[in-house]
Nanobody, 119 residues
Framework: QVQLVESGGGLVQPGGSLRLSCAAS????????MSWYRQAPGKERELLAV???????NYADSVKSRFTISRDNVKNTAYLQMNKLKPEDTAVYYC?????????????WGQGTQVTVSS
């Protein structure tokens, strides 16, 4: 059974930092691209960052230079370091594991973790 479990969310003041973790089980973690998304109330889910299985990363303009995605293929865990947080970063944050091999697609999501940025 595949599980992605996010942790590390919470309440933080503007300008503060949080590190989110996404612990994966039931998959060969190193074969998957790991991504972080967020969804604020009334808004669509937004892709924030991707760390491919090949080692490349990409970021949305809204978080570039403030957020950093990383992964530990031994611990089967992906991370999102979030710095200089703003109230508009308030959302539920989700991790995703995805891979495509030919016509085969595997796509898994975590349950989400709430991040609230407020004074």
């Amino acid at each position: 059974q595949v599980q992605l479990v996010e942790s590390g969310g919470g309440l933080v003041q503007p300008g503060g930092s949080l590190r989110l973790s996404c612990a994966a089980s039931g998959i060969t973690f190193s074969n998957y691209a790991m991504s972080w998304y967020r969804q604020a109330p009334g808004k669509e889910r937004e892709l924030l960052a991707v760390f491919t299985a090949y080692g490349s990363t990409n970021y949305a303009d809204s978080v570039k230079s403030r957020f950093t995605i990383s992964r530990d293929n031994v611990k089967n865990t992906a991370y999102l370091q979030m710095n200089k947080l703003k109230p508009e970063d308030t959302a539920v944050y989700y991790c995703r594991a995805a891979r495509a091999i030919g016509a085969l697609r595997n796509d898994y999501w975590g349950q989400g973790t709430q991040v609230t940025v407020s004074s």
